[in-house]
């Protein structure tokens, strides 16, 4: 199983990005029924869970990107995104997809950069 994200980049504050967490190995039927997250790490910081997509298309946010974030997934496809509105500071990080919980499966990280 291979997790590969993409769209991270150099933006400043109160622009919008989208990551895409691209998934391959792994069948329709097990990416579909399993939680899709997606972390971030910031210099120094612990890394935190920042939003989460369930079977049935229920979301949680921290409450940190509640209201600006926005993530999604394709079963089909078996992609995961992560929509990021109004971006702050704060939010500079390198963002993970995560597959199933985190003993599970992980992507290498984007890099999101936001400056003032």
């Known amino acids: 199983v291979q997790l590969v994200e993409s769209g991270g980049a150099f933006v400043q504050a109160g622009e919008s990005l989208t990551l895409s967490c691209a998934v391959s190995?792994?069948?329709?039927?097990?990416?579909?029924?399993?939680?899709k997250n997606w972390y971030r790490q910031a210099p120094g910081k612990q890394r935190e869970l920042v939003a989460t997509?369930?079977?049935?298309?229920?979301?949680t946010y921290a409450d940190s990107v509640k209201g600006r974030f926005t993530i999604s997934r394709n079963n089909v496809r078996t992609t995961v995104s992560l929509q990021m509105n109004s971006l702050k500071v704060e939010d500079t990080a390198v963002y993970y997809c995560n597959i199933g919980g985190p003993s599970q499966y992980w992507g290498q990280g984007t890099q999101v950069s936001v400056y003032s």
């Open positions: 997509i369930i079977r049935g298309g229920d979301t």
């Open positions: 190995g792994m069948t329709i039927s097990v990416f579909s029924r399993n939680a």
